[in-house]
């Protein structure tokens, strides 16, 4: 009785720190030490799991640890800035095979007794399986593995279908109590498959809102397998993990204007619609030296981080970029568009991990009536979040999702490797209005450019 209300006083106050830790990463200048303080206490629990009385297998749980440890340590070290939404992906990913797993070895071993306890292991056993094949999907994806975008036919009807299948078996497993072995796998194959089809179809600026969702599904199933094991730390952490992700999933979604089932069930693929509007005028093409005059002798430039900028690697130069014209009086500051890059805050990181202050980084909904009074816009990289057809086509893909007003300022300046679309596959407008100019090339050497013609620019 002792070591378990050592064991449940550990819990609490892991919990705790959990809350503690979530509570800081609200902010980006304590995130970096809330996820330090969560990774604390998570090792705390795992310590403390092994004083469990009754447990066996601790030398195969220690061998499993080291393992998985080992590998995702090297894989964290090696991994570069723009792998980083994929690693996410894909980690998120093993969380919820991990619940699925544990439920599949529950139901084998008979261990799940109680129309409760059932409910709760199947409820866990099927959101793992669809957030484990719905991740590698989404990893896959932003690997380029496979099409951004997959639809398979009859889309809507299929997905229904296999819902409604696996829930039948999944109500099936509570009612029997002691399910055959070939309902558990037919239970889990269909909700495997119904991960992947209900992750194929979606592309764009989706992306980050699926990852974030996934995200909360695992959580949600870390946590009813905690109930079914009575393992308080995990049902805290799930609960934890799920409601954040959640709260994500919901703010990144209105933010984008669009419903948790349209991103699900109508996703953005970028296919051409055939009433879609004409974009006329033209791309025009400026060099390094113009867009550095333009800036230099500017009052107010707001700098929009896309993707490209995390492929270029180019966060530290566009930093110093920016510090050169501030000494020369300019006033500079950086808008970040909810999901801009592959993942959630892709461009929160890397603008901080540049060293950018964060009382420069502005969301959307704070800077976007600012752009009509700046007099440059420069553009890193990024498409579908400044693409003006989202506000004027109705038969856009994007149609609806706010966009930064990056149009109305005076300048617009577009760093961009070449003439494509973004990745919802849309044609953007901006490009081609006539206060907007394309400085092509890789963003690391184009902003290593502009600096140097900015220092020449000096005194």
């Known amino acids: ?7 449940h006083a550990a819990y609490l106050a892991v919990a705790v720190v959990f809350i503690f830790g979530l509570k800081a990463m609200a902010s980006p200048a304590t995130a970096r030490k809330g996820i330090v303080w969560a990774g604390y206490a998570m090792v705390a629990a795992v310590i403390v799991t092994f004083f469990w009385p009754g447990m066996e297998n601790r030398w195969l749980i220690v061998l499993g640890i080291l393992l998985g440890g080992v590998v995702a340590w090297r894989s964290g070290k090696k991994v570069a800035m723009t792998e980083m939404p994929q690693m996410v992906a894909i980690y998120n990913g093993m969380g919820g095979g991990a619940a699925a797993a544990i439920a599949a070895v529950e139901f084998a071993r008979g261990e799940v007794h109680g129309p409760a306890m059932l409910v709760m292991a199947v409820l866990g056993a099927l959101i793992g399986a669809v957030a484990f094949s719905g991740s590698c999907v989404a990893w896959a994806k932003l690997a380029g593995k496979m099409k951004r975008a997959y639809r398979f036919p009859n889309q809507r009807t299929l997905s229904t279908m296999l819902a409604i299948i696996v829930g039948w078996l999944g109500i099936g497993i509570v009612v029997d109590g002691h399910p055959w072995a070939i309902a558990i796998i037919l239970f889990f194959a269909v909700a495997l498959l119904l991960g992947v089809v209900l992750t194929a179809p979606i592309g764009g600026a989706d992306m980050p809102v699926v990852i974030s969702l996934l995200n909360a599904f695992t959580g949600l199933a870390v946590g009813f397998e905690g109930y079914v094991l009575q393992i308080p730390a995990l049902i805290v952490a799930g609960i934890v993990v799920g409601a954040s992700g959640t709260l994500l999933t919901h703010l990144m979604a209105k933010a984008m204007n669009r419903p948790i089932r349209n991103v699900l069930f ?34 107010k430039v707001i700098v929009v981080p896309g993707y490209g900028m995390a492929v270029a690697g180019a966060q530290h130069k566009v930093w110093e970029m920016s510090q050169l014209l501030e000494e020369a009086g300019v006033s500079v500051s950086f808008a970040i568009h909810p999901v801009a890059g592959r993942m959630p805050g892709h461009m929160n990181v890397l603008l901080a991990e540049a060293g950018v202050p964060y009382d420069k980084i502005f969301d959307l909904d704070e800077i976007n009536n600012d752009f009509a009074q700046a007099d440059v816009a420069l553009v890193i990289g990024a498409n579908d979040v400044v693409n003006p057809v989202a506000r004027t086509d109705k038969s856009s893909p994007i149609y609806g999702m706010p966009i930064l007003n990056v149009d109305h300022a005076r300048n617009v300046i577009v760093v961009k490797r070449g003439q494509g679309t973004g990745y919802s596959g849309v044609e953007n407008a901006l490009f081609y209005m006539e206060n907007c100019h394309m400085l092509y090339g890789s963003a690391q050497e184009a902003i290593a450019e502009v600096i140097q013609h900015v220092k020449s620019m000096e005194g």
Do not use: S
């Open 1 to 7: 009785m002792t070591g378990h209300w050592f064991i």
């Open 266 to 299: 109508t996703p953005l693929t970028g296919e051409a619609q055939e009433d879609a509007q004409a974009i006329e005028g033209r791309m025009q093409e400026t060099t390094a030296l113009d867009a550095a005059a333009t800036m230099r002798y500017a009052a």
